[in-house]
């Protein structure tokens, strides 16, 4: 059973770096098929797509947030991570990861963590 | 970008009743054994959880009741007989381009 888990502060001052981790188990991140993915949700509001890592290093960011993006691994812990630099207000949302692949939707998430921007 | 759109934003349904949940893409989603196409249900406070995918596969374990349809740009889930459970946000999303783009979700509730 695939399992993920987000991790990180909930707090973060306006113009600092968000930094999350997603712990990842009874999957590899070392995976040559799965996108390891990162989703956001706005206080209310709907899903938005961050990006994802997949086959080790081959990574993409969403054209709007590419900017200020950074997603890697870490395969000795089977973790991947966020970093999201210059946050502001807009920014808070419950942080969502989960596995995906080319051409399959997302399967498996994590129970998301919520990230508030505030001073 | 490929938008997605759903309608309406809100369906008020008597239990036991159908709900019909609309989605459209702005361009033709590419069709191979089933357009790239899911679905999702979000209760409160939860993940989302995906129910379909190739626009009308189930996903293990989710209820028959639950059935989704359609080709193109335009797009259907159906709950044949809406159950309390039931009551949740339903997100539709693209997988043939990226970014992946989500629809803003359509609220049923009871």
């Known amino acids: 059973q695939v399992q993920l888990q987000e991790s990180g502060p909930g707090l973060v001052k306006p113009s600092q770096t968000l930094s999350l981790t997603c712990t990842v188990s009874?999957?590899?991140?070392?995976?040559?098929?799965?996108?390891w993915s990162w989703i956001r949700q706005a206080p209310g509001k709907g899903l938005e797509f961050i990006g994802h890592?997949?086959?080790?290093?081959?990574?993409y960011y969403n054209p709007s947030l590419r900017s200020r993006l950074t997603i890697s691994t870490d395969r000795t812990k089977n973790q991947f991570s966020l970093s999201l630099s210059s946050v502001t207000a807009a920014d808070t949302a419950v942080y969502y990861c989960?596995?995906?692949?080319?051409?399959?939707?997302?399967?498996?998430w994590g129970q998301g963590a919520l990230v508030t921007v505030s001073s | 970008e490929i938008v997605m759109t759903q309608s309406p934003a809100t369906l008020s349904v008597s239990p036991g009743e159908r709900a019909t949940l609309s989605c459209r893409a702005s361009?033709?989603?590419?069709?191979?054994?089933?357009?790239?196409l899911a679905w999702y249900q979000q209760k409160a406070g939860q993940a989302p959880r995906l129910l379909i995918s190739?626009?009308?596969a189930r996903a293990s374990g989710i209820p028959a009741r639950f059935s989704g349809s359609g080709s193109g740009t335009e797009f259907t889930l159906t709950i044949s007989s809406l159950q309390s459970e039931d009551v949740a946000v339903y997100y539709c999303q693209q997988y043939d381009a990226f970014p992946r783009t989500f629809g803003q979700g359509t609220k049923v509730e009871i």
């Open positions: 361009q033709s989603l590419t069709f191979s054994a089933g357009s790239y």
């Open positions: 890592v997949y086959s080790r290093a081959t990574i």
């Open positions: 989960a596995r995906g692949a080319n051409l399959s939707p997302f399967n498996y």
């Open positions: 190739g626009a009308s």
């Open positions: 009874g999957d590899s991140v070392s995976s040559d098929y799965d996108y």
